[in-house]
């Protein structure tokens, strides 16, 4: 498309069942209704969470999970990763650079940039793949968790 200011079809989404879009600062998630993630757009600090340097766009879809097989369709990039436990998410959100995911049973993810505490934890790296949120299993006073925003 020779002008940035209209929208643009992706031919690739449009065969997929997309239950919610979440975009970042230049980055965006799509959930599926079977509850996998596709991720796109700038990768800088690992919020598309694939795993890959620092740098590099994500140009086209890619899966990080999908619930129901680990392996790749037809036309999706072979590089599609399988995160262990990131099964049936429920809900996504994309920050400025950074992205979090819920699972149905209620278990947090986030990766992306590190500073200032954003992922739940005091350690200050960017974090390259959905990594689990580790939440005080013997609280009774924390309720359930179905939404997410960052």
């Known amino acids: 498309n020779a002008n940035p200011q209209e929208p643009v079809l992706n031919e690739f ?11 970042g600062h230049s980055h965006t998630l799509a959930l599926t209704d079977e509850g996998g993630i596709y991720a796109f757009g700038n990768n800088s600090n690992g919020q598309c969470g694939l795993g890959l340097e620092s740098g590099k766009k994500i140009m ?4 990080i999970m999908e619930s129901k097989r680990q392996d790749p369709q037809e036309g999706e990039l072979q590089r599609a990763i399988h995160i262990e436990g990131l099964t049936r998410v429920v809900s996504i959100s994309a920050s ?10 209620n278990k947090l993810y986030t990766w992306g940039c590190g500073r200032g505490g954003k992922q739940g934890s005091p350690e200050k790296e960017d974090i390259w ?3 689990h949120v580790d939440v005080d299993a013997n609280r009774d006073d924390l309720p359930a968790v179905h939404k ?3």
Do not use: F, M
């Not at 989404?13 to 975009?23: E, G, Y």
């Not at 086209?60 to 899966?63: F, K, V, Y």
């Open 13 to 23: 989404l449009v065969r997929k069942q997309i239950k919610h879009i979440s975009l």
């Open 148 to 150: 997410v925003y960052c």
């Open 60 to 63: 086209e879809p890619t899966l």
């Open 129 to 131: 793949i959905p990594t």
């Open 96 to 105: 400025g650079n950074w992205s979090c995911a819920i699972t149905k049973d």
